[in-house]
């Protein structure tokens, strides 16, 4: 095949040049990618000869080398792992982040500084192009295992890369950089240097379980030097705790979750007995761009005895702990076991619920020992931790006793269920809340009124899953869990007989008007009543205490299920002016035409209060347009 010669897309292209003009603050961190890149390779290629007995290539020396040439300003990161055929080089190589740059690049210009771009970095797999910082030119000379031709591509960073047939080239991946000259100043070592060299794995990829071996460059008259392995190629769950430093394990973090900032807990547990296992495990400290998308890559690297066997084993962790990132290393599995039976291995399970307690024992600790990380955590992850109280019932009260809630207590400080139970007022016998998409628009909302005017205390919730599960949930240490839009709600109730003759009385004075408006109003309410939870408002709507509220409707059906719309109940507030008017002005006329016009827009306004929109948009505007017009 001649060469072929192909331009980045424009978004790749905008990217690269960021990438060459230094968005990374250490540019050591190149060496550390390929060598990533070049370990999945290794890994790669032993699971597939372990699951494909056609497959004819020799593993019984997989390796990484760094090869320095100082004559040439060369250095090369060579792996005889299972390499690339030609489309996946075009494919992953010449295109850059073929899903998320466009994505990327908008929050780049967001960033507010140079810090803040490079944290964004390695969400959108570039690492690759971080050998542009350091490099000149950059070819990649690559042949897939079980395949005889390989493959050339070359690129200076400037937009175009080219490609051609490879006839000679070996199994695996080589990628040769050939540097710029050494710059102190800007942070632009002498990657030529063996000691640099042997410094970057040694901090960065220590841990890899495959030898790294440099290779130094043969200088005139000599023979080849012997190859230097430079990594202890242990396994830092098989080391004990003293041995490891934190660096380390960020590291290791870095290097399964493809992230470029620490962690921000790491997780040990080793389980011994009948059936043996070692896990370390990191809580990020930001949630993936793609947390709640449908092709997040969840799951934990599963080894048995120091072998991987599965990159991303979702079986090992609970759906709604998908972000939690780390390796599991099993004595007693097969080497050969699939998907399919992982899920079903009793083993497996067992290792799934001893993780899942783990994590959350930890999130515990983290929230009683050091709140401001639980704080961090919290925000980043506290919305797909409370999937587990629908899907894992067993874990249920685990879950409880780490979640915090926004709450009317106090605007900066979020309460667990515990704290708001042991503030209840005397007599208070359930934990009120109400979802909506803002504190501000909950805190707005006419629901909120009476208990806002009597300091009664309302949970704050503002995430999609909060509609659903405080149903699943039900109570907490025998208090029910109930939200203050939906069924009756009766503050009044402690203030003894006199409340209650009051409203008797309203109830009689209403009566006429209540059963007429039902009437006038017809299909758009399920009943229409006096209101005890308002204060300042005219009137709101609200839903049966067992209904569907509006917003879980609107889920259901975006998910594409067919939900009937709930009829919802107009309640009205009688201590209102424009309420009370309302019932003189029905008790003394008998032409009550513009009462009805009155009726529908009071209506309306309760559903807008409450964020949604009236049955006919147009219809409204041209009574408040009208009743404008008599004012004038």
């Avoid at 890994?43 to 080398?65: N, P, V």
């Avoid at 780390?326 to 497996?348: K, P």
Wanted: with cysteine; glycine share 6%; proline share 4%.
């Amino acid at each position: 095949m001649p060469t072929e010669t192909f331009e980045f897309q424009v978004e790749a292209r905008q990217l690269l040049q960021l990438m060459i003009h230094s968005v990374y603050s250490n540019k050591d961190v190149f060496l550390r990618e390929l060598v990533s890149n070049a370990s999945d390779a290794l890994d790669k290629l032993r699971l597939a000869a372990l699951r494909d007995d056609s497959l004819d290539e020799d593993t019984s020396d997989l390796h990484i080398e760094i090869e320095i040439d100082q004559d040439a300003r060369t250095l090369t990161v060579r792996d005889n792992g299972i390499g690339m055929s030609h489309d996946e080089v075009g494919r992953l190589i010449g295109t850059i982040a073929n899903s998320g740059t466009a994505a990327f690049l908008e929050e780049l210009k967001e960033a507010e500084d140079a810090a803040g771009a490079e944290k964004l970095i390695g969400q959108f797999g570039v690492g690759f192009y971080s050998g542009f910082m350091v490099a000149d030119e950059m070819t990649l000379v690559t042949r897939r295992a079980g395949e005889s031709a390989g493959t050339r591509w070359s690129s200076r960073g400037e937009g175009t890369y080219t490609l051609e047939t490879a006839g000679d080239a070996p199994r695996g991946t080589a990628v040769t950089l050939h540097l710029k000259p050494a710059d102190p100043e800007n942070q632009l070592h002498d990657y030529t240097s063996v000691w640099t060299v042997k410094g970057i794995v040694k901090r960065y990829s220590d841990f890899i379980t495959w030898p790294i071996r440099l290779v130094p460059g043969v200088a005139d008259g000599e023979g080849a030097p012997e190859p230097e392995t430079l990594n202890s190629m242990k396994a830092l769950w098989a080391r004990s705790r003293d041995e490891v430093s934190d660096d380390e394990y960020h590291e290791l973090y870095k290097h399964v979750s493809h992230d470029w900032r620490d962690p921000l807990e790491t997780i040990r547990l080793q389980a011994e007995g009948t059936f043996e296992y070692q896990a370390l495990l990191f809580l990020p400290a930001h949630a993936p761009h793609d947390l709640f998308t449908r092709d997040f890559r969840r799951g934990l690297q599963l080894y048995v005895k120091r072998v991987l066997i599965m990159d991303d084993c979702e079986a090992l962790l609970p759906p709604y702990l998908r972000f939690v990132k780390g390796v599991v290393d099993a004595h007693d599995l097969s080497l050969n076991v699939s998907r399919e039976i992982l899920q079903q291995d009793r083993h497996i399970r067992l290792i799934q619920r001893r993780l899942t307690k783990k994590v959350l024992s930890s999130v515990k600790e983290m929230k009683a020992n050091d709140p401001d990380k639980y704080a961090t955590f919290w925000r980043e992850f506290g919305a797909v931790l409370k999937e587990g109280l629908l899907g894992d019932p067993d874990s249920r009260d685990a879950l409880l006793a780490v979640a915090s809630f926004a709450s009317t207590h106090a605007e900066d400080e979020a309460t667990t269920l515990q704290q708001y139970v042991e503030r209840m007022k005397d007599g208070q016998d359930d934990i009120y809340y109400m979802t909506g998409e803002s504190r501000q628009s909950i805190e707005s909302s006419p629901h909120m009124e009476a208990f806002r005017a009597r300091g009664v205390e309302v949970l704050l919730l503002t995430d999609p899953v909060d509609e659903v599960w405080v149903d699943a949930v039900g109570e907490f240490e025998g208090k029910r869990l109930r939200s203050v839009a939906k069924g009756e709600i009766d503050l009044d109730a402690q203030d003894g007989e006199q409340a209650d003759v009051e409203r008797e009385k309203q109830a009689e004075a209403y009566a006429g008007l209540l059963g007429w408006m039902k009437e006038q109003l017809g299909e758009d309410v399920k009943d229409v009543r006096l209101s005890t939870r308002l204060t300042v408002s005219p009137a709101c709507v609200v839903s049966e205490a067992d209904d569907l509220t509006p917003a879980l409707e609107n889920m259901y059906r975006a998910m594409g299920q067919d939900v009937p719309s709930a009829k919802r109940i107009l309640e009205l507030n009688p201590g209102h002016v424009l309420v009370q008017g309302l019932n003189r002005a029905y008790e003394e006329r008998e032409d009550r035409t513009e009462l009805v016009e009155t009726a529908l827009l009071l209506h309306s306004l309760a559903v807008l209060a409450e964020g949604g929109r009236p049955k006919e948009p147009a219809r409204f505007v041209q009574l408040v347009a009208e009743r404008l017009e008599r004012t004038l």
